[in-house]
């Protein structure tokens, strides 16, 4: 079985632990069940370098949580991890991981239990913490998460087509820990209102107005309190800003999230981040990815 999940940017700006967008950057899982007591792990890519190898290893977690939910015995794992969504960037990584596991889960218990989209979200968030990056890697798209009485929610919405992503990715690593320690628990009545106001126009942007994006991803919620931890992040985000271009830290960061109207501006954006900082940037320049998490069988080459 192969399991196929994306990259996620959450927050977009002023979507604090909400709103979330899945990139056309995947990380694979090729997953086979082995006879229980036995796991194997082998990680290329992304962490090879740093990834637990034993059952520490964040995708055995997930798909033993979600084993030990539906009350069923663990079976021997081999996962061969192909890993291209960075680590530590804000991009997502251990969201990622988590709905590997979980999709790998459903896939092992097929015929057995079935594991709903429900049950998907409500698993993942409770491993995640929030439900804002593991919202889009399982369901792809622009994806609006919340928890009410009933667990964790979500809604898909489509983005449109003028909307053209564009990340930058520097060497250094940022802890989402420290990230969110650097917040303070209350905030200003106007900055409150402030960014309710954005979010809510953000989701016209998105996926009616691409021409509003400017407007619709400032915020005055988290971005300029983590500013102090990650100095190149912010100096390219403002100076991009400045510049006419939706630039907003992805999730806790360091790395920054373009949301351009359209593919032309995407090079001229490329430029200033050339210039701009200090840092050198590794440009990617995703789609939207529409599918979320996928889970197929894996038919060996025979030829």
Not at 57 to 77: D, K, M, Q, S, T
């Amino acid at each position: 079985m192969v399991v196929r999940v994306p990259a996620t940017s959450a927050n977009l700006g002023p979507g604090f632990d909400t709103l979330g967008l899945a990139l056309s950057v995947y990380d694979e899982l090729v997953v086979t069940a082995l006879p229980a007591g036995e796991l194997e792990v082998d990680v290329q890519g992304e962490g090879a370098a740093d990834v637990p190898r034993d059952a520490s290893n964040l995708v055995v977690r997930a798909i033993a949580y979600a084993f030990e939910a539906v009350a069923r015995p663990l079976p021997g794992l081999r996962l061969e991890a192909h890993n291209v969504i960075p680590h530590g960037r804000g991009l997502g990584s251990s969201g990622a991981a988590v709905v590997s596991g979980l999709l790998a889960a459903k896939g092992l218990l097929a015929g057995d239990v079935e594991i709903g989209d429900d049950t998907l979200l409500r698993l993942a968030t409770e491993m995640e913490g929030h439900p804002d990056n593991v919202a889009p890697a399982l369901f792809g798209g622009l994806t609006i998460a919340w928890v009410d009485e009933n667990g964790p929610q979500h809604k898909k919405l489509l983005v449109h087509r003028g909307v053209s992503p564009l990340v930058f990715v520097p060497g250094f690593t940022m802890s989402t820990t420290l990230a969110r320690s650097l917040q303070p628990l209350q905030v200003p009545r106007e900055d409150a209102v402030f960014n309710v106001s954005r979010s809510a126009l953000l989701i016209a942007a998105l996926t009616q107005s691409p021409e509003l994006l400017l407007a619709a991803t400032e915020d005055k919620l988290h971005q300029n309190y983590r500013a102090q931890a990650m100095p190149e992040t912010d100096k390219l985000v403002r100076a991009l800003r400045a510049a006419g271009f939706a630039a907003v830290v992805s999730g806790a960061g360091p790395s920054v999230l373009v949301l351009a109207d359209g593919p032309g501006r995407r090079l001229e954006a490329a430029a200033i981040a050339d210039t701009a900082t200090d840092t050198p940037w590794e440009t990617r320049m995703p789609a939207v990815d529409f599918k979320g998490g996928t889970v197929k069988e894996y038919a060996e080459d025979s030829t």
